[in-house]
């Protein structure tokens, strides 16, 4: 059992939504208080006080029962049913080892699917994603998933377009430079507070409340375009524009032509920074397809007066104007477009590089966008090199059950989908990010093992045939760094791993013990000298850039260090624009692709070589009688499904059931009152919610947050998880992207007695088997 040690001062952590003291009492979390410096805390993190040691918590490592009677691959329909019996760690090491053996030698790495999706710790030594990959790789490596469930689609389109995503997200314009220099702020998708509670690595200062307000009282104008007015923080009294859900490039094209049509938009800017803009202009136009994208096009398709897409584009023209898209946007049908749409759009306008004007990739879709930030290298848990090649989209995990051998196109690539017999998932919980879980639960069982590390029975812990119980951060000591905040704190072990939890390094060390790995997988390193070690190589690498963190025994003494602001604001491309043959983007052109070759020549009928519009397979422009179109964003009380059984999360229910939001319009043509339990449903399933009515969302729309553990009854969800009736496909057959926001469903009154929640409960357990 690891020893509980702290210093002569309170007790630190720090976790994505947020940095604590931790007030201990006999060796039990009593509270969590909010960091001093953050001035506006998130209320996520308190919900884990009260669970880390209830009825939720694994304890023991833990076998499916049929799994362990039967051997690998049998009675895996009984997954998320079965129940567990409980082994030793001595056991479960050599039963995963044994395990692991077997199929490498029947079938190879290249059947080890290695999901771990997700955020798991904030740690930066105890990762879990890592700390499995590095234990996999040193035995022959995994497939592996590439890109992410929040922005697929832009992770693949934008780098055709515009250059990298990821860096370019990184250098967003900053907050200050919106206040300072933009006169108006248009919201594809909105700015929503509630996404930017968390961060990737841990938060110490959430700053994006601050950047609104300091942008509104500094005069900024805000436009939100979203279903929801909720989108966008009531305070700076913005204009609401409420297109159709998923017809977002619609009107962009329209923004785009009507700038062209009255010649609003920035000639010499497209001539210098831009390449293809005569083939976008060709199509804007209809001269490619018969089809002018004029305002009154898009009228029809986006449920919009033209005038009010006309008066936009006007207006966008003649101000200093920062475009801000949401990564939400990227998970519709064809989300791809809207990212290349809004950067045509930018492009058009002329302000692209230009101080608080341009574009701007998801503010608030985590708390580091629009942060003034150093952005320093700091040092990770070496992960080592992967032996296996192979990887799929990160949304098509169905897919690859259900169609070994099949194939599949992919950014210019014709792929096939592996033969998967194990599934390894640490850091993450697939029953919450992925789409159509009824389709996933039918397809899970054609891998033979599937292997879990969780510290609490969520769905994902219940469909396992292995359950490897881990530590929470609260449970061991780790380090908070991360270069998207400015504070880097010390996470002080607060109590004793419950039950029998180890943390992960400490459950892959031991299965490496069995396979003849341990020395190569710690490198004769103890967790404490890994994190020294990390911490040492981050202070060299950060002095590189000239910033100075205090020594060990100062940072551990104190409990938190700050980072230095940057010495300029950053600007987006402001170096691409102040010299475009100095600093070309990483195009083949060397600038702003609106019309790719590349691209166009993978010969996709479903994604062009520039910005186009698709009509979406799921949406109100082609709805029955009777269907609404559905929204499943981000949570206010948790990040993604982390903590949805804390008390944070649990206290909005309505008897015991998610809220979902309606219009007031919807619930009466339904006969449906606030507070009702509805059953939301369609041909993929069903689930149960409880109905709260505002004339804050667009009429036909309804707005649920994803999360909710996955509670499965014949096909519904019984506690409102909206991946239970989500569109499993992809955005296209460039990106493969998730396309959970082009959803239909219909809404009923639930009849009959509520089923019991069972979501929060263990599974049995069978004690002396």
Same mark, same amino acid.
């Given at each position: 059992?690891?020893?509980?040690?702290?210093?002569?001062?309170?007790?630190?952590?720090?976790?994505?939504?947020?940095?604590?003291?931790?007030?201990?009492?006999?060796?039990?979390?009593?509270?969590?208080?909010?960091?001093?410096?953050?001035?506006?805390?998130?209320?996520?993190?308190?919900?884990?006080?009260?669970?880390?040691?209830?009825?939720?918590?694994?304890?023991?490592?833990?076998?499916?029962? #049929?799994?362990?009677?039967?051997?690998?691959?049998?009675?895996?329909?009984?997954?998320?049913?079965?129940?567990?019996?409980?082994?030793?760690?001595?056991?479960?090491?050599?039963?995963?080892?044994?395990?692991?053996?077997?199929?490498?030698?029947?079938?190879?790495?290249?059947?080890?699917?290695?999901?771990?999706?997700?955020?798991?710790?904030?740690?930066?030594?105890?990762?879990?994603?890592?700390?499995?990959?590095?234990?996999?790789?040193?035995?022959?490596?995994?497939?592996?998933?590439?890109?992410?469930?929040?922005?697929?689609?832009?992770?693949?389109?934008?780098?055709?377009?515009?250059?990298?995503?990821?860096?370019?997200?990184?250098?967003?314009?900053?907050?200050?430079?919106?206040?300072?220099?933009?006169?108006?702020?248009?919201?594809?998708?909105?700015?929503?507070?509630?996404?930017?509670?968390?961060?990737?690595?841990?938060?110490?200062?959430?700053?994006?409340?601050?950047?609104?307000?300091?942008?509104?009282?500094?005069?900024?104008?805000?436009?939100?375009?979203?279903?929801?007015?909720?989108?966008?923080?009531?305070?700076?009294?913005?204009?609401?524009?409420?297109?159709?859900?998923?017809?977002?490039?619609?009107?962009?094209?329209?923004?785009?032509?009507?700038?062209?049509?009255?010649?609003?938009?920035?000639?010499?800017?497209?001539?210098?920074?831009?390449?293809?803009?005569?083939?976008?202009?060709?199509?804007?136009?209809?001269?490619?397809?018969?089809?002018?994208?004029?305002?009154?096009?898009?009228?029809?398709?986006?449920?919009?007066?033209?005038?009010?897409?006309?008066?936009?584009?006007?207006?966008?023209?003649?101000?200093?104007?920062?475009?801000?898209?949401?990564?939400?946007?990227?998970?519709?049908?064809?989300?791809?477009?809207?990212?290349?749409?809004?950067?045509?759009?930018?492009?058009?306008?002329?302000?692209?590089?230009?101080?608080?004007?341009?574009?701007?990739?998801?503010?608030?879709?985590?708390?580091?966008?629009?942060?003034?930030?150093?952005?320093?290298?700091?040092?990770?848990?070496?992960? #080592?090199?992967?032996?296996?090649?192979?990887?799929?989209?990160?949304?098509?995990?169905?897919?690859?059950?259900?169609?070994?051998?099949?194939?599949?196109?992919?950014?210019?690539?014709?792929?096939?989908?592996?033969?998967?017999?194990?599934?390894?998932?640490?850091?993450?919980?697939?029953?919450?990010?992925?789409?159509?879980?009824?389709?996933?639960?039918?397809?899970?069982?054609?891998?033979?093992?599937?292997?879990?590390?969780?510290?609490?029975?969520?769905?994902?812990?219940?469909?396992?045939?292995?359950?490897?119980?881990?530590?929470?951060?609260?449970?061991?000591?780790?380090?908070?760094?991360?270069?998207?905040?400015?504070?880097?704190?010390?996470?002080?072990?607060?109590?004793?791993?419950?039950?029998?939890?180890?943390?992960?390094?400490?459950?892959?060390?031991?299965?490496?013990?069995?396979?003849?790995?341990?020395?190569?997988?710690?490198?004769?390193?103890?967790?404490?000298?890994?994190?020294?070690?990390?911490?040492?190589?981050?202070?060299?690498?950060?002095?590189?850039?000239?910033?100075?963190?205090?020594?060990?025994?100062?940072?551990?003494?104190?409990?938190?260090?700050?980072?230095?602001?940057?010495?300029?604001?950053?600007?987006?491309?402001?170096?691409?624009?102040?010299?475009?043959?100095?600093?070309?983007?990483?195009?083949?052109?060397?600038?702003?692709?609106?019309?790719?070759?590349?691209?166009?020549?993978? #010969?996709?009928?479903?994604?062009?070589?520039?910005?186009?519009?698709?009509?979406?397979?799921?949406?109100?422009?082609?709805?029955?009688?009777?269907?609404?179109?559905?929204?499943?964003?981000?949570?206010?009380?948790?990040?993604?499904?982390?903590?949805?059984?804390?008390?944070?999360?649990?206290?909005?229910?309505?008897?015991?059931?998610?809220?979902?939001?309606?219009?007031?319009?919807?619930?009466?043509?339904?006969?449906?009152?606030?507070?009702?339990?509805?059953?939301?449903?369609?041909?993929?399933?069903?689930?149960?919610?409880?109905?709260?009515?505002?004339?804050?969302?667009?009429?036909?729309?309804?707005?649920?947050?994803?999360?909710?553990?996955?509670?499965?009854?014949?096909?519904?969800?019984?506690? #409102?998880?909206?991946?239970?009736?989500?569109?499993?496909?992809?955005?296209?057959?460039?990106?493969?992207?998730?396309?959970?926001?082009?959803?239909?469903?219909?809404?009923?009154?639930?009849?009959?007695?509520?089923?019991?929640?069972?979501?929060?409960?263990?599974?049995?357990?069978?004690?002396?088997?």
């Amino acid at each position: 059992m690891t020893k509980v040690t702290h210093r002569d001062r309170d007790i630190f952590t720090t976790a994505h939504w947020g940095t604590y003291r931790v007030d201990v009492q006999d060796g039990r979390v009593i509270a969590l208080r909010d960091f001093e410096h953050d001035p506006d805390p998130s209320p996520i993190g308190h919900g884990i006080v009260g669970v880390l040691d209830g009825p939720t918590r694994i304890t023991r490592p833990m076998v499916r029962k #049929g799994w362990l009677e039967h051997g690998p691959g049998a009675t895996s329909e009984r997954r998320g049913e079965d129940a567990f019996i409980p082994v030793t760690w001595d056991r479960i090491n050599d039963i995963v080892a044994q395990e692991l053996r077997r199929i490498r030698e029947q079938h190879g790495n290249g059947a080890i699917f290695a999901g771990s999706y997700g955020w798991a710790s904030a740690g930066r030594f105890h990762h879990a994603q890592g700390q499995l990959k590095r234990f996999l790789n040193l035995n022959g490596g995994f497939v592996r998933s590439v890109n992410s469930y929040s922005y697929a689609a832009a992770e693949v389109t934008v780098p055709h377009v515009i250059g990298d995503f990821t860096q370019l997200v990184q250098d967003t314009t900053s907050w200050a430079s919106v206040a300072q220099n933009a006169e108006l702020f248009v919201a594809f998708g909105g700015v929503p507070l509630k996404n930017g509670q968390i961060n990737q690595g841990g938060t110490g200062r959430h700053v994006q409340r601050a950047g609104l307000r300091a942008a509104h009282a500094n005069g900024v104008q805000f436009v939100n375009v979203s279903p929801l007015k909720s989108d966008l923080l009531e305070e700076t009294g913005a204009d609401w524009i409420a297109p159709r859900p998923s017809s977002d490039t619609a009107l962009m094209l329209a923004l785009c032509h009507t700038l062209l049509a009255e010649n609003l938009h920035d000639r010499a800017f497209l001539d210098r920074y831009c390449h293809g803009f005569d083939r976008f202009a060709a199509y804007l136009t209809g001269e490619t397809d018969g089809q002018a994208k004029t305002a009154d096009w898009a009228a029809d398709l986006c449920d919009l007066p033209a005038d009010t897409i006309r008066a936009l584009a006007r207006r966008m023209a003649g101000q200093r104007t920062m475009i801000s898209i949401a990564w939400a946007l990227t998970r519709q049908d064809h989300g791809e477009m809207a990212y290349w749409a809004a950067i045509s759009l930018a492009a058009m306008l002329g302000q692209i590089g230009l101080p608080g004007t341009g574009i701007g990739f998801g503010y608030s879709a985590e708390n580091f966008i629009g942060a003034s930030l150093s952005w320093p290298r700091m040092a990770a848990f070496p992960q #080592g090199r992967n032996p296996v090649a192979d990887f799929i989209p990160v949304a098509r995990i169905s897919d690859m059950l259900e169609n070994p051998g099949g194939a599949y196109d992919f950014n210019g690539q014709r792929r096939t989908y592996p033969d998967i017999r194990m599934i390894w998932w640490a850091g993450g919980n697939p029953f919450h990010h992925h789409q159509d879980l009824n389709r996933f639960r039918r397809a899970l069982p054609q891998c033979e093992t599937f292997i879990v590390n969780e510290w609490c029975w969520n769905a994902t812990a219940k469909h396992a045939d292995i359950v490897l119980p881990c530590t929470t951060t609260l449970e061991r000591r780790d380090l908070g760094l991360t270069p998207r905040d400015t504070y880097q704190v010390v996470m002080d072990q607060a109590i004793a791993p419950v039950g029998e939890a180890k943390s992960d390094h400490d459950i892959f060390r031991g299965i490496a013990a069995r396979l003849g790995c341990e020395e190569a997988f710690t490198e004769g390193r103890t967790p404490d000298d890994w994190q020294r070690h990390l911490y040492d190589v981050t202070r060299q690498q950060v002095a590189a850039s000239g910033i100075a963190l205090p020594g060990w025994e100062e940072f551990q003494s104190k409990g938190w260090a700050e980072l230095p602001p940057p010495e300029t604001e950053p600007v987006l491309l402001s170096a691409f624009r102040a010299d475009p043959e100095a600093h070309p983007l990483d195009t083949p052109s060397g600038r702003i692709e609106l019309f790719s070759e590349t691209v166009a020549g993978f #010969g996709y009928d479903d994604a062009p070589g520039h910005a186009a519009w698709t009509a979406p397979v799921e949406w109100l422009g082609s709805a029955r009688p009777g269907e609404l179109h559905m929204i499943s964003n981000q949570p206010r009380t948790k990040l993604h499904s982390q903590l949805d059984h804390g008390s944070v999360s649990q206290s909005d229910r309505i008897r015991g059931r998610v809220p979902l939001t309606m219009h007031p319009t919807d619930a009466a043509a339904r006969d449906l009152s606030e507070g009702d339990i509805v059953r939301v449903f369609n041909d993929r399933g069903a689930f149960l919610a409880g109905l709260c009515l505002s004339e804050t969302l667009r009429p036909g729309v309804i707005q649920i947050a994803t999360g909710a553990w996955f509670d499965p009854l014949d096909g519904q969800c019984r506690v #409102g998880n909206p991946n239970a009736v989500t569109r499993d496909a992809g955005t296209s057959r460039l990106a493969q992207g998730p396309t959970a926001h082009s959803c239909l469903v219909r809404v009923e009154a639930h009849t009959g007695p509520l089923p019991e929640v069972t979501a929060y409960a263990p599974p049995e357990i069978l004690e002396n088997t």
